[in-house]
């Protein structure tokens, strides 16, 4: 169970990431998990080829990973709707293709393996407990930062952007480059997100950050809600438990998870956080007239 | 909500029922790990079919002293994550004895750090190299290495005195893996590799990468891959009019691959294990009879002919249930049962474990076969 807890952390640090600028700057992105893979692989590779001590890999792969979006955001986020979403899935699948045909480098499609875990003097995170605090620890840092970043001066002219960017521009956010600074973020934290799972797992390969992860992730923050740092976090943790609560259902498994999310979908257009809610104060009057009557 | 809670209920129902009907004698429970679905489903489930099947008659024959078997399976999709998260579950709460799979060497990669920290012994059913090299004490596999394929082709190329060859590989770990081993064994034989291409998993047309061959000197074509693929690169090459020699990898040693490729299989030549003309091997052949009962069962239970990769699942059951019935069901002596190991014969070969050698095969774990008349005959 420690072991899944460390997965869900992982996803919450992801999903926040990306409701930053799918929820609040209401721009998607549909090549999340290349930012995610990225980070594993920075990572991987600076620590396993060239010997590099892991926290500083940690450090290069997401500087290196947050510069990369903000030069790619110059351009990609010129973009709007399908057109934004096509290129993002165009940025993650080259990314995904060059993790598995760079084999000299990334070991292709059968992935590296001897990642070493991470450390501070003599504790060395190399069981499932200790990388649960660890996980953690940088899951709440993200979350405190991203709800403080939401609450913010640059949170509302995110909003702004979201509801109208022509009134956003009017009233003096600079749009262009807020959406950049926004997208190299989420980008940065994602990467930071890849090297915890590249220094937890110890090993990667190419499947993990492939397209469906990328669907995946905005299926969390979709479910979970959009613009809610807290409505992430669930979302986070329900992909991730579901699939472990339903391995009952053995064959079925799939089908009952897809039931779910269309029920959910279907009933909670506005995602767990607001759903749940919903759902409990529409059941409390109509219980209390019964009573009554 | 309510529909969650539920199916929770149901989820709950379904395993006390279980367990109920198994509480009469405390089975050994062994894990289970295969692609069943995802890309590598054309091995994971084959698989999980055969070990599921022979599972079942291992129960039905009496268990093993006794003792029923209880099969835990979980699919990983071929992702790592999943993979790690449904052993540390097998490991940590289902307790099993052992675990056998992963379908495919990333897979198993990804679980080996968690295995041999908690010295459960796996029996692998992928084939990378890796997997067994360096030896890792709690770690065996059953898939025959793709240096021992490379090796029965390139053999036969210096019979026919063929020097010059290209190599169309595909892009995942099957054919990156024969890749490697294509480009390094090729000197030991004196084969000079003129062209080197890959082709993408889901590629629909391979006349580019084939009219680049077509016009330099190749003596022969080697193609590395898994349905469809292979199938389509020999229906392009018969449309262009290619003459040359083409040999494909045991990836696509099944009757689906000359159901795909139709006329243009015929005289395509290929390594693959004996299941494949199990029928038609000399009475004199030792592993006759294994693979005999195995083409049988698995016609009787799923309607399919069993394939290689089902071989793989039913050699690391019976690899298990050998080493149990010897010796108890602790994961550290059932570790050094199988690694005691002798002539055992298996569907992909005739299996010899020692401390230094956790694979197993030897060379002669393939056959040389060719499709003449949409079937499978001996290549002499």
């Known amino acids: ?293 | 909500m309510l529909s969650m809670t539920r199916t929770l209920f149901v989820a709950l129902l379904i395993t006390a029922q279980a367990t109920i009907v198994l509480a009469a004698a405390p089975p050994i429970k062994i894990g289970a790990l295969f692609a069943v679905t995802g890309p590598a489903s054309f091995l994971g489930e084959p698989e999980r079919n055969t070990a599921q099947m022979v599972v079942d008659e291992i129960n039905q024959s009496g268990g093993i002293k006794g003792r029923m078997l209880l099969l835990i399976t979980y699919d990983t999709q071929g992702d790592a994550t999943r993979a790690v998260q449904a052993a540390t579950r097998l490991i940590k709460e289902d307790k099993v004895v052992a675990i056998i799979g992963p379908s495919t060497t990333g897979d198993t990669m990804a679980i080996i750090p968690l295995v041999e920290k908690s010295q459960i012994p796996l029996i692998s059913c992928a084939a990378g190299i890796k997997i067994t090299e360096p030896v890792k004490p709690w770690v065996f596999k059953t898939a025959q290495n793709d240096s021992l394929a490379v090796a029965k082709i390139y053999e036969h190329l210096v019979k026919r005195k063929i020097t010059k060859i290209s190599i169309l590989t595909v892009s995942d770990s099957f054919g990156s893996s024969g890749r490697e081993q294509l480009k390094n064994q090729a000197a030991k034989y004196g084969i000079q590799i003129l062209s080197d291409d890959t082709y993408g998993p889901k590629d629909t047309d391979m006349t580019p990468q084939l009219t680049k061959i077509r016009t330099n000197q190749s003596q022969a074509l080697i193609c590395w891959g898994t349905n469809p693929g292979p199938a389509l690169i020999a229906r392009n090459a018969k449309q262009l009019g290619l003459k040359l020699p083409l040999y494909m990898s045991h990836g696509v040693s099944s009757k689906k691959f000359i159901d795909l490729a139709g006329d243009a299989a015929e005289g395509i030549i290929l390594p693959s294990g004996r299941v494949l003309v199990a029928d038609i091997l000399p009475n004199s052949d030792k592993q006759k009879k294994s693979l005999l009962s195995y083409v049988k069962d698995y016609q009787k239970h799923y309607k399919a002919e069993g394939d290689h990769f089902g071989g793989h699942a039913w050699d690391a059951v019976m690899l298990l249930k050998s080493a149990i019935s010897k010796s108890g069901e602790n994961p550290a002596s059932i570790r050094g049962q199988l690694e005691k190991t002798k002539n055992f014969y298996g569907i992909g070969g005739i299996f010899n474990y020692s401390p230094a050698d956790h694979s197993g095969l030897g060379k002669d774990a393939f056959v040389l076969v060719e499709v003449k008349g949409k079937d499978w005959k001996l290549v002499p």
Not at chain 1, 38 to 43: M, P, R, T
Not at chain 1, 81 to 108: D, K, Q, S
């Open chain 1, 1 to 293: 169970m420690m072991n899944v807890l460390v997965f869900v952390g992982i996803n919450t640090i992801l999903a926040v990431a990306l409701n930053l600028l799918l929820g609040y700057a209401g721009q998607i992105s549909l090549g999340h998990a290349a930012f995610f893979g990225l980070g594993a692989y920075i990572s991987g590779v600076l620590t396993v080829t060239y010997g590099l001590n892991s926290w500083i890999s940690m450090f290069i792969a997401a500087t290196a990973t947050g510069i990369l979006a903000f030069i790619l955001g110059f351009p990609i986020l010129k973009l709007k709707g399908h057109y934004l979403a096509m290129a993002t899935l165009g940025f993650g699948i080259i990314v995904y293709i060059v993790f598995n045909e760079t084999v000299a480098l990334t070991g292709g499609p059968s992935g590296l393996s001897g990642i070493p875990n991470l450390g501070i003097a003599s504790l060395t995170f190399d069981s499932d407990i200790k990388n649960y605090y660890l996980v953690w620890l940088f899951a709440l840092i993200s979350i405190f930062l991203s709800l403080n970043l939401a609450d913010s001066r640059i949170g509302r002219a995110l909003r702004a952007i979201h509801d109208s960017e022509v009134a956003a521009r009017g009233m003096g956010v600079n749009v262009r480059l807020l959406k950049v600074q926004i997208f190299a973020l989420s980008a940065l934290l994602s990467a930071v997100a890849g090297s915890l799972y590249a220094h937890t797992m110890t090993f990667i390969s190419p499947a993990s950050f492939g397209f469906n992860f990328s669907v995946e992730l905005v299926t969390m923050v979709i479910i979970g809600g959009l613009g809610s740092i807290y409505g992430s976090f669930l979302g986070a943790a329900l992909l991730t438990l579901l699939p472990e609560i339903l391995r009952a259902f053995q064959d079925y498994d799939i089908i009952v998870y897809g039931l779910l999310l269309i029920l959910m979908t279907m009933f909670m257009p506005g995602g767990l956080v607001r759903g749940v809610p919903g759902i409990l104060l529409s059941l409390r009057p109509a219980r209390k007239q019964g009573r009554e009557y």
